[in-house]
């Protein structure tokens, strides 16, 4: 089976500019997950999604990331407007279901660097 | 609040060795999970084995087992007989029973000597 796909995989940007990562998880995966992996940190949830809903978006600075799973299968992780800190490797994951013992999918991340 | 801490940053094993690496948790729940991912130098997230609290038995995934002390709130990973591939970043982490509150710790870095 196909893994989880993200795109892009690298984005250069300058603070104050807008960007947006997309995440195709595996077909089937009701959860979605987004991470933020800090260079040098463990990867730190942002936000998770059951289907289209969200679960968890406690760590979600939502006065500039917003993310979004319609229909329930692709998703965007938007930053507008992006700062110096929010440079990272953003990784989307996926799972069948929710619960306890659950298998997270990772894709290969977007490594994105503000100037 | 969920915590998972990792008290060493970086690991040397010699190759055919084994190895073992240190994960405290924190947590006032009853039921959980613990999860250990590896994260090689091209950057994925790859799954290594799980541990449900009220799993008696320490899991076991080929040269990989978890040592789960639930008193001690400790699940270290233990790697047999090391290899050269095995050479990467090791994350401990943790969800709630619920699938939520997913926590990762700030990792061991293993290295592996010829």
């Known amino acids: 089976e196909a893994g989880v796909a993200q795109s892009p995989r690298y984005k250069i940007i300058e603070k104050r500019q807008s960007v947006a990562f997309w995440c195709n998880p595996i077909?089937?995966?009701?959860?979605l997950y987004w991470y933020q992996q800090i260079l040098g940190q463990g990867p730190k949830l942002l936000i998770q999604?059951?289907?289209?809903?969200?679960?968890?978006d406690s760590q979600l600075p939502k006065d500039r990331f917003s993310a979004e799973r319609l229909k329930g299968v692709d998703s965007t992780l938007k930053i507008q407007p992006a700062k110096l800190e929010d440079s990272a490797v953003y990784l989307c994951?996926?799972?069948?279901?929710?619960?306890?013992?659950?298998?997270?999918?990772f894709g290969p991340g977007t490594r994105l660097t503000v100037l | 609040a969920q915590k998972i801490t990792q008290t060493q940053p970086g690991m040397f094993v010699q190759e055919k060795e084994a190895v073992t690496l240190d994960c405290t948790y924190d947590?006032?729940?009853?039921?959980?999970?613990l999860f250990w991912y590896k994260q090689p130098s091209s950057g994925e997230m790859i799954f290594l084995i799980y541990?449900?609290?009220?799993?008696?038995q320490n899991a076991t995934e080929g040269r990989y087992s978890l040592n789960f002390q639930k008193a001690r709130k400790s699940a270290n990973l233990v790697i047999s007989a090391s290899q050269l591939g095995d050479s990467a970043m090791y994350f401990c982490?943790?969800?709630?029973?619920?699938?939520?509150?997913?926590?990762f710790g700030p990792g061991t870095r293993l290295s592996v000597l010829p």
């Open positions: 077909s089937g995966h009701a959860t």
């Open positions: 994951a996926s799972s069948h279901t929710s619960g306890s013992y659950n298998e997270q999918f």
């Open positions: 982490a943790m969800r709630d029973n619920y699938g939520q509150n997913f926590v």
């Open positions: 999604f059951q289907n289209n809903g969200v679960v968890d």
């Open positions: 947590t006032s729940d009853q039921s959980y999970g």
């Open positions: 541990q449900g609290s009220y799993d008696e």
